[in-house]
């Protein structure tokens, strides 16, 4: 599965971004689609995911300021951030689960810079 990723940039704090993720080939074999994001100087971090037939997970520190959506005949997934923090800044990585015989897909890297 191959990913292309748009969005990102840089926003002052209190603002929004809209990330996308765009995916190719072995569809069948994607499980869940979600972001993850990491810092400077820190361990990489679930986001949030949506499985294949259910709802968004989220974590806990963008609880009600992000908004993960898919849409499943275009293969996208995209992230909605609002109210973005400086504590926001990262990287973030576009993400497919394809189960325990394929492993995960990830994306390029998209940065996230929110200023203060």
């Known amino acids: 599965v191959q990913l292309v990723e748009s969005g990102g940039g840089l926003v002052q704090a209190g603002g929004s971004l809209r990330l996308s993720c765009a995916a190719s080939g072995d569809i069948a074999s994607i499980t869940a689609m979600g972001w993850y994001r990491q810092a400077p100087r820190k361990q990489l971090e679930l986001v949030a995911v949506?499985?294949?037939?259910?709802?968004?997970n989220y974590a806990d520190s963008v609880r009600g300021r992000f908004t993960l959506s898919r849409d499943n005949a275009k293969n996208t997934v995209d992230l909605q951030m609002n109210s973005l923090r400086p504590e926001d800044t990262a990287v973030y990585y576009c993400n497919v689960d394809r189960g325990w015989i394929y492993g995960d897909s990830w994306g390029q890297g998209t940065q996230v810079t929110v200023s203060s």
């Open positions: 949506i499985p294949n037939h259910g709802r968004p």
